[in-house]
């Protein structure tokens, strides 16, 4: 039996389909189709059977998957081990995090790796999906985002808890000094730039207002944090961050805290192939997360008065 073509039989059942699993692995769809087609042929056994437009496991079907996916989370984890081990040359660490996920932050996570001599540090970008799909084909190491593992996602993952960070509202220091006294409440018609429709904040902040029977004028939002901040500071309207980045905030943008938005927290997940996070580079990950998270002084730079 060819691993290559069992790798191929393992995407397309966990990405639902041989469209997609061709694009995840830049092949054309022919050439997957014929690829799984050889493994059948080998076993003696058809594996998928075309339902109306959908590809369905068989019952030997699924019995190979589920074989094939603790091969090849097993294999992962042998790479990761063994990469892990001095060689002489750098190993390739790669980290995809959601847009959600404060670059400060992601930096002070992430730094550490950098001052290991064998390692070379990859990060990007992406909606969590996505990144989810590059850590399903070993083209990650690790994702970190704003929100866990989706359930009944086809992705052999794990959640690791970072930490928890309170919430609270930002804005230009004339608008700040306007709407602190009789916070929340004073915040009734206020212009607000939130962040995007995909992200945990965005949920919460919209549920914070609603409980708080508050209206605002929500005048944009963005996927990019920065971007939002850079909106807000310019006096567009205020913009939730995490408090444990006040300081740095405060001083990088030139605003000013409006207030804590009580019972509102984001959680960040590392979210790896491993159960128990046995990879050197991502206990350290994790390990720094506790220390940060837990000492929010350690994020923030001076903090105004």
């Given at each position: 039996?060819?691993?290559?073509?069992?790798?191929?039989?393992?995407?397309?059942?966990?990405?639902?389909?041989?469209?997609?699993?061709?694009?995840?692995?830049?092949?054309?769809?022919?050439?997957?189709?014929?690829?799984?087609a050889e493994l059948q042929l080998a076993l003696g056994v058809e594996l998928l059977r075309q339902v109306g437009r959908r590809l369905e496991l068989t019952d030997a079907g699924r019995?190979?998957?589920?074989?094939?996916?603790?091969?090849?989370?097993?294999?992962?984890?042998?790479?990761?081990?063994?990469?892990?081990?001095?060689?002489?040359?750098?190993?390739?660490?790669?980290?995809?995090?959601?847009?959600?996920?404060?670059?400060?932050?992601?930096?002070?996570?992430?730094?550490?790796?950098?001052?290991?001599?064998?390692?070379?540090?990859?990060?990007?970008?992406?909606?969590?999906?996505?990144?989810?799909?590059?850590?399903?084909?070993?083209?990650?190491?690790?994702?970190?985002?704003?929100?866990?593992?989706?359930?009944?996602?086809?992705?052999?993952?794990?959640?690791?808890?970072?930490?928890d960070t309170p919430m609270a509202l930002f804005a230009q220091p004339a608008m700040a000094r306007k709407l602190r006294p009789g916070f929340p409440a004073s915040l009734e018609g206020?212009?607000?730039?939130?962040?995007?429709?995909?992200?945990?904040?965005?949920?919460?902040?919209?549920?914070?207002?609603?409980?708080?029977?508050?209206?605002?004028?929500?005048?944009?939002?963005?996927?990019?944090?920065?971007?939002?901040?850079?909106?807000?500071?310019?006096?567009?309207?205020?913009?939730?961050?995490?408090?444990?980045?006040?300081?740095?905030?405060?001083?990088?943008?030139?605003?000013?805290?409006?207030?804590?938005?009580?019972?509102?927290?984001?959680?960040?997940?590392?979210?790896?192939?491993?159960?128990?996070?046995?990879?050197?580079?991502?206990?350290?990950?994790?390990?720094?997360?506790?220390?940060?998270?837990?000492?929010?002084?350690?994020?923030?730079?001076?903090r105004r008065s």
């Amino acid at each position: 039996m060819n691993l290559k073509h069992l790798r191929y039989f393992w995407a397309v059942a966990r990405f639902g389909g041989v469209a997609r699993a061709a694009e995840k692995l830049a092949l054309s769809p022919q050439t997957l189709s014929g690829q799984i087609a050889e493994l059948q042929l080998a076993l003696g056994v058809e594996l998928l059977r075309q339902v109306g437009r959908r590809l369905e496991l068989t019952d030997a079907g699924r019995v190979a998957y589920s074989y094939a996916d603790e091969i090849f989370g097993l294999v992962d984890e042998l790479g990761a081990q063994v990469r892990a081990m001095p060689s002489g040359r750098s190993r390739l660490f790669r980290v995809g995090m959601t847009d959600a996920v404060p670059r400060s932050l992601a930096y002070r996570l992430l730094a550490p790796l950098l001052a290991e001599e064998n390692i070379q540090l990859t990060a990007s970008h992406e909606r969590l999906d996505v990144l989810l799909a590059d850590l399903a084909l070993h083209r990650l190491e690790l994702v970190i985002a704003d929100r866990p593992l989706p359930a009944g996602i086809a992705v052999k993952a794990f959640n690791h808890v970072l930490g928890d960070t309170p919430m609270a509202l930002f804005a230009q220091p004339a608008m700040a000094r306007k709407l602190r006294p009789g916070f929340p409440a004073s915040l009734e018609g206020a212009r607000m730039v939130v962040p995007g429709r995909d992200s945990v904040a965005h949920e919460q902040l919209r549920a914070w207002l609603e409980q708080h029977r508050i209206t605002v004028r929500i005048v944009g939002e963005f996927d990019d944090g920065g971007l939002m901040k850079t909106f807000g500071a310019s006096g567009v309207g205020l913009f939730p961050a995490p408090l444990t980045m006040r300081g740095e905030i405060e001083q990088r943008y030139g605003v000013e805290l409006v207030g804590v938005m009580e019972g509102v927290t984001e959680r960040y997940y590392a979210i790896s192939t491993e159960r128990r996070a046995t990879d050197p580079q991502v206990v350290k990950i994790l390990a720094s997360a506790d220390r940060l998270l837990a000492n929010p002084s350690s994020l923030s730079a001076r903090r105004r008065s």
